[in-house]
């Protein structure tokens, strides 16, 4: 007997399913972060909000940030950096929360790198 993907979904409730990695979407501050590590590195983000330092207060930033990839005005891929952090000193850094470093992500770093000339701090 064939089944309809509703009705799969209906015998096959997804409560149980693990994401391929194992991260938990995780909520913080009415958010919902793609991972327990990506919440806590939002958290570490608002706290340094008040260092004393200029460096490293974080004055804002903005979550989920696209960049495309192209070359010879052909879209090869689009690279989703997890944060883009400014600081009270000026300075940017885009950051990716790791768990697991795949072939994928280090091509893409690599052509971030080469088209945008910007350096991904991964934590």
Known sequence: MKMTV??????NPRQDHRSKYGNIKTEYNGTVF?????AEYAMFLD?????????QRVVSYEMQVPYQIT???IKICRYL???KVFYADGHIEIIDVKGVRTNIYSLKKKLVKAQYGIKIKEV
């Open 47 to 55: 706290s340094a909000r008040k260092a004393q330092n200029a460096s």
């Open 34 to 38: 793609m991972s327990k590590k990506e």
């Open 6 to 11: 509703k009705q799969y979904l209906a015998t």
């Open 71 to 73: 070359m010879n005005d």
């Open 81 to 83: 950096a997890d944060f």
